[in-house]
């Protein structure tokens, strides 16, 4: 399924392989189209595997196939988490959430409860995401191959080290299934990126990845290292 975003508003909406639907007019100024019909020969010249590749990322259309990923949902002012919920964006994951508790809508729950309704979508690392959908390690190792994913073997251990599109590694052992970060650096130390969020401000961490997402891990980790020294005057630091 293809979505487009608004370009101006940042809405997103479904394109429906369908010329009896009717898009909203701002659909067809975007992508240039006169009527329905024209829009779906459009579409029909999009090829899903090339979209597929580039999962996440809006052409000058803003025209993109979702890249479905794991959020953690929080409360940036209590640091309180309300789980983590699989879906294609940040937006997407909050509304699940706010589904579960009961309402349709995030303006549906601040209406009810009368106040704002500060919630913010962290996104997992594939390793992380990878885990929450492959916890098992027969099933994990199988998802590996057919994802065509090389692993590392230690033979000490028997344990066997899989690298993730975005650098974050899991490892897979024969009972075990457990999501590694990436391999950053932290004041010319190798520290594992995943060891450094567990011990960042829940506050701080959620504004940087609000401010800064996507980038990588290295970047946020410098970022962090910086805003957290400014805020706390000490040093950010991983033991």
Known sequence: ??????????????LV?????THPEWVHEQCDTCS???L???LDSYSL??????????DECGIYMPAEGAYEVTNPASAHSFGVYVADSAEAAVLACVRDA?????????????????????????AAAFVLRHPDAAGAMDAMMAAGIEGDQDWGSGATTYVMPDGSRVRVSDLDVEALGSS????????DFSAAVAL???????????ELAPCSDQAFLDAYAAAHAEKFGTDFQVA
């Open 40 to 42: 779906q020969r459009m």
């Open 36 to 38: 329905e019909s024209e």
């Open 17 to 21: 392989r369908d010329a009896a639907h």
């Open 102 to 126: 009961g309402y349709d809508s995030l303006e549906a729950a601040e209406h009810v409860t009368g106040k704002p309704v500060k919630l913010v979508a962290t996104k997992l690392s594939d």
């Open 1 to 14: 399924m293809l979505k487009i975003r608004n370009l101006t508003t940042g809405e997103v909406i479904d």
């Open 184 to 191: 950053v650096t932290l004041d010319g130390k190798e520290v």
């Open 49 to 58: 595997a090339t979209m597929a590749e580039h999962a996440g990322r809006a």
């Open 200 to 210: 960042m401000d829940d506050e701080l961490r959620a504004a940087l990845h609000n």
